[in-house]
């Protein structure tokens, strides 16, 4: 998807129409919402949508992206500051909030995050190169990858869709996971 050719003046206003009608429907009814109703509200054939987005999960790559790369740049400002712990916390918490924005959207991160859009593509690095800090400082354990962060991620989005509280339930969770797997010196010898 980084790598598409430039496209004529209909195809990109198609394109935008497209990605407007998702960004609406999808904040409106959620991630779910049937690619024939994204082509109505966009005012297009189901083919048009289809030429470019193959699939549900390359619309919301697509329709999220921007949102994806803002994060990604917050995220790699905020790694020169922190506890490597303390901002791969930080990253899970804010990348469970960015996935709850359309309810349904925790289904396919996984599967979103590996589309190829830029804001996508930056937010996979950003997650692989903190989780590798903290994992170089001996702060979480070494058999953690990325695609682990996805899953929590995915679970937390899910579990915080069903409930009340969001922004307290998503820190906790978030906080129960990362304790988990956070890495402890060795304390005394017990005698």
Do not use: W
């Not at 496209?7 to 024939?36: C, Q």
């Not at 995220?75 to 359309?102: G, K, N, Q």
């Not at 979103?112 to 937010?123: E, F, P, R, S, W």
């Amino acid at each position: 998807m980084t790598d598409d050719p430039p496209l004529r003046a209909d195809a990109r206003h198609n394109r935008d129409k497209i990605l407007a009608a998702a960004e609406d429907i999808f904040l409106e009814r959620g991630a779910a919402v049937s690619m024939n109703e994204v082509a109505r509200h966009a005012g297009v054939g189901i083919g048009t949508l289809y030429r470019r987005f193959p699939t549900r999960e390359d619309l919301l790559a697509a329709a999220y992206s921007d949102r994806f790369a803002a994060f990604a740049e917050g995220m790699r400002l905020r790694a020169e500051e922190a506890d490597p712990l303390s901002v791969l916390r930080t990253y899970l918490e804010e990348l469970v909030r960015h996935t709850v924005v359309y309810r349904g959207f925790a289904t396919s991160l996984g599967i979103v995050l590996k589309t190829g859009t830029a804001g996508c593509i930056a937010t996979t690095a950003v997650g692989q190169r903190l989780l590798q800090t903290a994992r170089d400082a001996g702060r979480v354990r070494a058999d953690l990858g990325f695609d682990d962060l996805v899953c929590v991620a995915t679970a937390i989005s899910l579990t915080v869709e069903q409930g009340e509280g969001a922004p307290a339930r998503i820190a906790h969770l978030v906080s129960v996971f990362m304790e988990g797997i956070a890495v402890r010196p060795p304390g005394p010898a017990a005698s």
